[in-house]
């Protein structure tokens, strides 16, 4: 994860994570296995990178560093643990809260263990929910919908800043080259390293 020096706006995550719930709520435990648009990722270790930075999120939104703020989301395939259905929408709600803190997007905080100012965290954490809840409704066969405030801070987020087509390095992978008029959502989706019209077997 690299930082970025744009200007963050104000940002409600409550879109992005309520999809999320809705994704969860509706996945099958037989589409575990399946693959996803991130190729080290199942559906299984998608559901649990969610989870895990729901709550490193959270926590930077608190400004409450430790390990779950210190810990590279690199550093190991993550696990999904039991009870996650019953824990990760509260998770969900937890960190919806926590950004809408004033304080959160103040002064600077960690997250995936790189320091950063609470604004951009909060536009990383709003790209986050926003491309990986398309990348479980695409896992699973679901509808997605975004939000345009979140299309938007995704757009500027993941943009190259010089233009040369390299991307923010670290967030995801290297841009998908779609055309100039194609949809918002998938000139997002491109800029995150992402084919939009990935389909599982595809």
Sequence with gaps: M??????APALDLEPAARQ????????????LSGPTPCPDYSVRELVAHV??????????????????????PDSALPVLPDGWRESLPPLLDELVTAWRAPAAQEGMTRAGGVDLPGAVAAMVVSNELLVHGWD???STGQEFRADE??????????????????GPGG???PPVPVPRDAPLLDRVIA???RSPGWRPGG
């Design 149 to 166: 405030a979140g299309l938007r801070a995704s757009e500027a987020l993941l943009t190259p800043a010089d233009d040369d087509g390299s």
């Design 191 to 193: 800029l995150s390293g």
């Design 2 to 7: 690299d930082t970025y020096s744009g200007t």
């Design 51 to 72: 989870l895990g930075l729901s709550v490193a999120f959270r926590d930077a939104a608190r400004k409450d560093l430790g390990p779950t703020t210190d810990t590279s």
């Design 136 to 138: 479980l409704a695409r």
């Design 171 to 173: 967030l995801f992978g």
């Design 20 to 31: 999320i719930g809705e994704l969860i709520r509706s996945l099958d435990d037989g589409q």
